[in-house]
C-alpha cells in the first residue's frame, strides 16, 4: 500500500491547515478494507497516535486534539484527511499518514511538517 500525504506547513496559533493522504495506486476494495489513520512525531520525541478512522468510520482520537481536529475518509477517492483547527505551538511535528489491515500491515506515508507559530 502506498500511502501519499500533502497538507503540511506553517501557520500562527489559531489558524487551520488540513491534511490529504490518498492511497492512489490501492484498487477501491483494498482501501475500504484498511483502517487509516494519523500519527506525529515531535521534535526530540517518538511517534504518538493523532487520530484514527476504521474501516466503518469509527474515529478515535488523541486526548490533547480532541474537539479541535477531524478525521475522515472518502472511500471514493481513496483518500483520509485530517482537518487541524485552532492549531497550538504544541501540534509543531511531522505527521505521518498511516494505513493498517491485518492483511496488509501498517503502512506509512511520507511526513509532511505543521509548524506552528505562537
Known amino acids: 500500500v502506498q500511502l501519499q500525504a500533502s497538507g503540511g506547513g506553517s501557520v500562527q496559533a489559531g489558524g487551520s491547515l488540513r491534511h490529504s493522504c490518498v492511497a492512489s495506486r490501492s484498487i477501491l476494495s483494498t482501501f475500504i478494507s484498511l483502517h487509516m489513520g494519523w500519527y506525529r512525531q515531535a521534535p526530540g520525541k517518538g511517534r504518538d497516535l493523532v487520530a484514527n478512522i476504521t474501516t466503518g468510520g469509527r474515529t478515535n482520537y488523541a486526548d490533547s486534539v480532541i474537539g479541535r481536529f477531524t478525521i475522515s475518509r472518502n472511500n471514493a477517492k481513496k483518500t483520509v484527511y485530517l482537518q487541524m483547527n485552532n492549531l497550538k505551538p504544541e501540534d509543531t511535528a511531522v505527521y505521518y499518514c498511516?494505513?493498517?489491515?491485518?492483511?496488509?500491515?501498517?503502512?506509512w506515508g511520507q511526513g509532511t511538517l505543521v509548524t506552528v507559530s505562537s
Open positions: 498511516n494505513a493498517y489491515s491485518p492483511i496488509y500491515g501498517w503502512n
